[in-house]
């Protein structure tokens, strides 16, 4: 009964007068200008931004809206799959100035490729003109707004020029975010996602595109509740800067039962930079053709770490930017992710790539690599403690194994990690010659985080063994990046 009444009010005629240009001379309207300002672009009009425009100028007509871009983009993100669509709004007397307005209204940078445009009738003899425009990149079938709680929604895609490697997320209601298999073949992809019970779902399909991962597609869906026909209403944002997004995350993990992030200065100066690079390029992306992707950020910083994720946002200031990149089911699993365990933001003011003066926002989480004093220990720890949890006969630490595994580990580094069979004859030699009373030699080699990794060794689970020798070091590669734990293990009887 619900939903038939929304369709109902969805399709009520704008309120009318003679003298307001009616679409077809609104669309009009914007063609030419494009055509004037925008040399060799191609812009349709897309029927799901047009919708958004017109529920838009319907609700600031019946005072449910106020005239604000951000409302605008709330239709759009009710409408339609643009992840980033951009607003332009005016105000015009008398109405029969509508079309006239419609050419003031998109950027001159004239980065899109769909438009959609509206007017609607205001008090005083006034008209509301709203346009979004988007630069489309990927081609989504259908994905209705409306479905039955249990539904299986089928997302069925083509990805544009230069983007590969698609991955679906849902968020679901209560902010959980989840990845979803997709099939793939060429620029190709398909998918399903079962939404399971009543509340609104947000469906997102992140690409590699040139500057790194990104949203290509967004769809919100909701499940047996009625779509909301007004924006809510804003609530006083005090701190707006990056104390504020400091806040939000702290507060969106606590509501997720999990520990603050603590903010790391080391961090802090990466994503700062990152964040100046963009708005000094005007390019929004995760990977700069001056500055890498965030691994070769935190390599050249020297900063060791276990894991790592980045979220990008944009808007008129850090707070706007970093709801924004929380309303992306990606970027929130990044923020909700339990194995980080620090934070760096990072902000900077500049125009963004449309022209406008905006906000770039850089948040990186990570869990750094923090070195033992004392690594061989270490792993010699976690090896005899697996061993006899596994039932099997001890093995005995040899001071000569060991102080050969010590000597050789140094050199895996400057080999990346490559184990030639000649170095490993040449270990093996060396071995029977510390210990001429040994039968078999055997070795193996680690590059990772921690000590514990090492638990996972094959050698360690045979139980015929009876000696052990670990060599360990803290050491940087081309390879596996800065600080890593390098190890040498000798097992013999």
């Known amino acids: 009964m619900r939903r038939s009444w929304i369709a109902a009010l969805l399709a009520l005629p704008l309120q009318a007068r003679a003298d307001l240009p009616d679409q077809s001379a609104l669309e009009a309207a914007l063609r030419e200008r494009i055509a004037a300002s925008c040399a060799g672009v191609t812009a349709a009009v897309d029927p799901d931004l047009t919708r958004a425009a017109q529920d838009f100028v319907r609700a600031a007509q019946a005072g449910r809206a106020p005239i604000l871009g951000s409302s605008l983009l709330f239709y759009a993100a009710l409408e339609s799959i643009e992840p980033a669509p951009l607003s332009g709004l005016a105000v015009v007397a008398p109405p029969e100035r509508a079309d006239r307005a419609v050419g003031d209204l998109f950027s001159r940078q004239c980065r899109f490729n769909r438009t959609g445009v509206a007017a609607a009738v205001l008090d005083g003899d006034r008209a509301v003109v709203a346009l979004v425009t988007a630069a489309h990149s990927t081609d989504l079938a259908h994905v209705p707004g409306f479905v039955e709680p249990g539904a299986a929604v089928q997302i069925d895609g083509v990805l544009g020029p230069g983007f590969s490697s698609p991955r679906l997320f849902v968020l679901r209601p209560g902010g959980a975010a989840d990845e979803q298999p997709l099939e793939v073949g060429g620029s190709r992809f398909r998918g399903r996602a079962t939404l399971t019970g009543r509340g609104a779902y947000t469906i997102e399909v992140l690409a590699t595109g040139p500057g790194g991962p990104q949203v290509v597609a967004i769809r919100r869906v909701f499940a047996g509740i009625a779509p909301p026909d007004s924006p809510p209403i804003e609530k006083p944002r005090h701190d707006t800067g990056l104390g504020g997004v400091e806040h939000a995350i702290a507060q969106l993990r606590a509501a997720h039962g999990l520990p603050p ?98 906000v770039y926002l850089t948040e990186v989480l990570a869990a750094p690599i923090v070195a033992s004093g004392n690594p061989q220990e270490d792993v010699a720890r976690v090896l005899l403690d697996k061993r006899r949890r596994l039932g099997l006969h001890p093995l005995q630490r040899d001071p000569r194994l060991d102080a050969l595994a010590a000597a050789e580990v140094r050199e895996l580094p400057g080999s990346d990690g490559h184990v030639s069979a000649d170095f490993r004859k040449s270990l093996l030699d060396k071995a029977r010659r510390a210990r001429p009373e040994l039968h078999v030699v055997a070795a193996e080699t680690f590059v990772g985080n921690s000590a514990d990794e090492t638990s996972s060794s094959r050698a360690l689970a045979e139980g015929n063994w009876t000696r052990l020798g670990v060599g360990a070091i803290y050491a940087s590669s081309d390879t596996f990046g800065t600080s890593r734990l390098w190890v040498l293990l000798l097992y013999a009887r």
Do not use: C, W
Request: charged fraction near 25%; aromatic fraction near 4%.
């Open 261 to 358: 992030l603590e903010r790391d200065p080391a961090l802090d100066a990466v994503a700062q930079s990152h964040s100046r690079e963009m708005a000094r390029t005007r390019v929004f992306a995760h990977v700069l053709a001056t500055d890498g992707t965030v691994g070769d950020r935190l390599k050249r910083a020297g900063y060791p770490y276990r894991s790592v994720g980045e979220n990008i946002g944009l808007s008129s200031d850090a707070l706007g930017a970093h709801e924004a990149v929380a309303a992306s089911p990606a970027h929130l699993a990044n923020l909700l992710d339990p194995h980080h365990r620090r934070l760096g933001l990072g902000a900077a003011r500049g125009a963004s790539p449309e022209g406008a003066e905006a």
